[in-house]
């Protein structure tokens, strides 16, 4: 079986929004490879906390921890976005991982235009490809299905997406097929999304730092690119899931 684990970066709402993107990533491990790389963010996190004194309950979110740390004021920013480069440079020596991301450039859509809806499908089915043509590296079954586990915002949304995409999922006919729709339906899932609490979950919180990264990538902060943190995405190239898009190099899928 393999995970994905979901976060965001960017809002997605579009009239009097204060981003113009909206980021949507997915880290996805394989069940076999699931205990190791927790093992190693455990083994990261103690570095960490002996490094800089981030305790392993308290959480990494990213933009927060930068711009709104709460308590963890008590750790200089400069120390807070070192514990961020050091959580991408972890993930990218985690060769078995993939991960897929989404992109929705905001400008010139309609106001009507469903931010959330479009990416998270647009996640979901590119999951779901990459899972059928067996296009993830590291181990795998016979007959691998996936399970999906999104931080807890936006619970009935997603799982009416989700739902939905079982039973009705139109997709575009390529020129071969003509013209109008094909109904692919996405069956290799297992049950509802299992939504958790970004608190309690490393690798929902690996994910919101993906989704940070590849957010300050296309429009970085005046901090961010004073500290050359706007590159920090580049290190994450070995695990991009480049089979996601053929119109990027990276497989940024973009909208």
Not at 105 to 116: I, P
């Amino acid at each position: 079986m393999y995970l994905m684990y979901v976060d965001e970066s960017g809002d997605s709402g579009i009239v009097n929004s204060p981003t113009r993107y909206f980021a949507l990533t997915g880290i996805v491990v394989h069940e076999l490879r699931w205990n190791d790389y927790l093992s190693r963010i455990i083994d990261y996190r103690k570095r960490i906390r002996n490094s800089f004194g981030l305790l392993l309950r308290d959480e990494i979110h990213a933009a927060k921890m930068l711009n709104k740390p709460g308590e963890l004021v008590r750790i200089k920013r400069n120390d807070r976005l070192s514990i961020i480069k050091y959580f991408v440079n972890e993930l990218a020596l985690m060769q078995d991982i993939s991960i897929i991301n989404v992109v929705v450039d905001k400008q010139g859509k309609a106001d009507d235009y469903d931010v959330l809806g479009t990416a998270w499908k647009t996640l979901v089915q590119r999951f779901s490809n990459t899972m059928s043509h067996r296009n993830f590296p590291g181990p795998a079954n016979a007959d691998d299905r996936g399970l999906i586990i999104p931080d807890m915002s936006e619970v009935k949304k997603i799982t009416e997406i989700i739902r939905k995409m079982r039973r009705y999922n139109p997709i575009p006919n390529q020129n071969e097929y003509g013209q109008g729709y094909r109904n692919l339906l996405v069956t290799n899932f297992v049950e509802d999304p299992y939504f958790k609490d970004s608190r309690k979950s490393y690798f929902i919180q690996a994910a919101d730092v993906a989704a940070f990264v590849l957010y300050q990538s296309i429009c970085p902060s005046s901090y961010m690119k004073k500290k050359s943190g706007h590159n920090f995405f580049k290190r994450l190239k070995g695990v991009l899931c480049t089979a996601a898009s053929n119109n990027d190099p990276d497989g940024i899928v973009r909208l």
